[in-house]
Nanobody, 116 residues
Framework: QVQLVESGGGLVQAGGSLRLSCAAS????????MGWFRQAPGKQRELVAT???????NYADSVKGRFIISRDNGKNTVYLQMNSLKPEDTAVYYC??????????WGQGTQVTVSS
């Protein structure tokens, strides 16, 4: 079975930074594309960032220039460095391991709250 364990969420003031981690097991991590999604109360889950097996990255326009996704294949871990946080970044953040663009596995979610 594939398991994704997230950590690093918490409460931060606007303008601050936070680093999320997602450790994977049960998969050949180095060949999987990875991503981060988020879901705010009353809103749909949205894609935040992706990173391919070759470390190519892509970001939602709303976080471009502020967030950085990275991976450490030796640790089977993907990270999301979040800088210049805004209250609208408040959401539950979910790690995703992609089998395809539409299928894969989810982490349990970690709460990020940004106060004004």
């Amino acid at each position: 079975q594939v398991q994704l364990v997230e950590s690093g969420g918490g409460l931060v003031q606007a303008g601050g930074s936070l680093r999320l981690s997602c450790a994977a097991s049960g998969s050949i991590f180095s060949i999987n594309d990875m991503g981060w999604f988020r879901q705010a109360p009353g809103k749909q889950r949205e894609l935040v960032a992706t990173i391919t097996s070759s470390s190519s990255t892509n970001y939602a326009d709303s976080v471009k220039g502020r967030f950085i996704i990275s991976r450490d294949n030796g640790k089977n871990t993907v990270y999301l460095q979040m800088n210049s946080l805004k209250p609208e970044d408040t959401a539950v953040y979910y790690c995703r391991l992609f089998r395809t663009k539409a299928t894969g596995y989810w982490g349990q979610g970690t709460q990020v709250t940004v106060s004004s």
